[in-house]
Nanobody, 125 residues
Framework: HVQLVESGGGSALAGGSVRLSCAAS??????YSWFRQAPGQEREGVAA????????YYLNSVEVRFTISRDNAKSTLYLQMDSLKPEDTAMYYC?????????????????????WGQGTQVTVS
């Protein structure tokens, strides 16, 4: 069955770095995205990657600080987060889609993603 398992969250100081990982199994997805949700806020798309051509999309506020990547051989998705800010504090979710949604506005729309991980908390202080 389809499974997405995130890891790597935790606490960091402002200006620090955290790397999230998401191990996927059970299906070959075409698009992966990282979403985040802070308390009382809607889930928002942070970054996305197309597993075929490697194209990426980023939320404007993280574009120069975060990097999404994928190791296809390991079926693992990553999100390298540098220069962290307190406003990056949220639960981060890995999401996957069977179709190629790595373009606006689909990559940041939760309704286009059928596979979800359980989430991993990132807290920046």
């Amino acid at each position: 069955h389809v499974q997405l398992v995130e890891s790597g969250g935790g606490s960091a100081l402002a200006g620090g770095s955290v790397r999230l990982s998401c191990a996927a199994s059970g299906y070959t997805f075409k698009t992966y995205s990282w979403f985040r949700q802070a308390p009382g806020q809607e889930r928002e798309g942070v970054a996305a990657i197309d597993t075929g051509d490697g194209s990426t999309y980023y939320l404007n506020s993280v574009e120069v600080r975060f990097t999404i990547s994928r190791d296809n051989a390991k079926s693992t998705l990553y999100l390298q987060m540098d220069s962290l800010k307190p406003e990056d504090t949220a639960m981060y979710y890995c999401a996957a889609a069977a179709r190629r949604w790595c373009r606006d506005p689909y990559w940041r729309d939760v309704t286009y993603f059928g596979g979800w991980g359980q989430g991993t908390q990132v807290t920046v202080s």
